[in-house]
């Protein structure tokens, strides 16, 4: 199985900081890698498909990059809205794995 | 507009079994591939099962194979699992969510979630 590393596990932030959140595959995923956003009692929410494309209906403010195995979700300005768990998952191989996790929380 | 709507969630007891559906509406159901993704209360996502668009093919994490079941009736826009041989550690919420059309097993559309709880 792929082993997704997410990194930090939470990181705390202003209104307007850039945020850049990491993920590590085990092995090499090329680009098949999906960032999703949940906010507490929310489902999660598809932001980022193959590595750098963007979800209809995001906001431009989101962005991802990478491939192989290291890939960054990026929040250019954070906003109020923002504050929630980060999640990166593979779409390379069954079984599909999730990373454990990014809390971005309000400094 | 596109809607997952689960039900069958509860308290079963260690060994038991549990069937969860999933309505769907809002989109060509036939058309899609469809999961199902766990989730313990204030904990991480894990995938649990894939079904193709004839129900023809199917996937599952090492920790449900044997014990779920997933099928899908596309003349009723219905995803099923079929849990047996209920376990604790299968205490979570289940979401079904839908395969993103055009790419590689992403989930563009998830349900509400419905709890399932294994306990004596």
């Known amino acids: 199985d792929i082993q997704m590393t997410q990194s930090p596990s939470s990181v705390s932030a202003s209104v307007g900081d850039r945020v850049t959140i990491t993920c590590r595959a085990s092995?090499?995923?090329?680009?098949?890698l999906a960032w999703y956003q949940q906010k507490p009692g929310k489902v999660p929410k598809l932001l980022i498909y193959a590595a750098s494309s963007l979800q209809s209906g995001v906001p431009s403010r989101f962005s991802g990059s990478g491939s192989g195995t290291d890939f960054t979700l990026t929040i250019s300005s954070l906003q109020p809205e923002d504050f929630a768990t980060y999640y990166c998952q593979q779409g390379n191989s069954f079984p599909l794995t999730f990373g454990g996790g990014t809390k971005v929380e309000i400094k | 507009e596109v809607q997952l709507v689960e039900s069958g969630g509860g308290l079963v007891q260690p060994g038991g079994s549990l069937r969860l559906s999933c309505a769907a509406s809002?989109?060509?159901?036939?058309?899609?591939?469809m999961h199902w993704v766990r989730q313990v209360p204030g904990k991480g996502l894990v995938w649990v099962s894939r079904?193709?668009?004839?129900?023809?093919?199917?996937s599952y994490a090492d920790s449900v194979k044997g014990r779920f079941t997933i099928s899908r009736d596309n003349a009723k826009n219905t995803l099923y699992l079929q849990m047996d041989s209920l376990r604790a550690e299968d205490t979570a919420v289940y979401y079904c969510?839908?395969?993103?059309?055009?790419?590689?097993?992403?989930?563009?559309?998830w349900g509400q979630g419905t709890l399932v709880t294994v306990s004596s």
């Open positions: 969510a839908r395969d993103r059309p055009g790419s590689n097993y992403y989930f563009d559309y």
């Open positions: 809002g989109f060509t159901f036939s058309s899609d591939w």
């Open positions: 092995q090499g995923i090329s680009s098949w």
């Open positions: 079904i193709n668009t004839d129900g023809s093919g199917t």
